[in-house]
């Protein structure tokens, strides 16, 4: 497996846009997480899934952002519209079940919102 | 919000010496992980201790997990300038399965 696939790797967009960012996660694994990495805040958990429903988004920092996962092969975060706060490092990652059990972490996005 | 609180914050050793960081976390856990992460890279998972476990290796790796006191350390033998990354301790939850809560990381430089 090619491990956990997210795109595009970077993205610069100006303030306003919507920006979606794109993940494949690892075939088989059925939970999938979103994160976000800033130098402030860290490792945020933004939203979870198992087997495509959401779990957990408390995490998620307001309306202007929200995910999908429309099947298992496939998951979206939408930021719409966007601001420069937003600019952070977007990962995704699975895992294969949500017992004891390590994560599984794409390359991430690199958003920059200008 | 941050589960875990890794310390010290950075690190910088030279080859071959030893490596030692900490974590300490507040609320209970099913199991404790350390991720590795390279400049510019996503995470990679080192080593995963249940909380059930005290102590655990992994090659160069020891983990140890104090439940009582809610820390953990990880000890890094013999380093090596491929060690350079930050590494973060991450905490799962009895009940909340899958989930992980990641620490702030500790940023490691291995000089040659």
């Known amino acids: 497996d090619a491990g956990v696939i997210q795109s595009p790797r970077h993205e610069v967009t100006e303030m306003g846009q919507e920006v979606t960012l794109r993940c494949k996660p690892i075939s088989g694994h059925d939970y999938l997480f979103w994160y976000r990495q800033t130098m402030m805040r860290g490792l945020e958990l933004l939203i979870y899934f198992n087997n495509n429903v959401p779990i957990d988004d408390s995490g998620m920092p307001e309306d202007r952002f929200s995910a999908k996962m429309p099947n298992a092969s496939f998951s979206t975060l939408k930021i719409q519209p966007s601001e420069p706060r937003d600019s952070a490092v977007y990962f995704c990652?699975?895992?294969?079940?949500?017992?004891?059990?390590?994560?599984?972490f794409g390359q991430g996005t690199r958003l920059t919102v200008v | 919000s941050q589960q875990g609180e890794e310390d010290p914050q950075a690190l910088s050793i030279q080859e071959g010496e030893n490596a030692t960081m900490n974590c300490s976390y507040k609320?209970?856990?099913?199991?404790l992980q350390w991720y590795r992460q390279n400049s510019g890279r996503g995470l990679v998972h080192l080593i995963l201790i249940r909380s059930n476990e005290r102590e655990k290796h992994s090659g160069r790796l020891r983990v140890t997990l104090d439940t009582s006191k809610k820390s953990s350390s990880l000890l890094i033998t013999a380093s090596r300038a491929a060690d350079t990354a930050s590494y973060f301790c991450?905490?799962?939850?009895?009940?909340?399965?899958?989930?992980?809560?990641f620490g702030a990381g500790t940023q490691v430089v291995v000089t040659p």
């Open positions: 609320t209970s856990i099913n199991n």
């Open positions: 990652a699975s895992s294969p079940t949500g017992g004891v059990t390590e994560a599984f």
């Open positions: 991450a905490t799962g939850a009895p009940d909340s399965w899958g989930k992980l809560q």
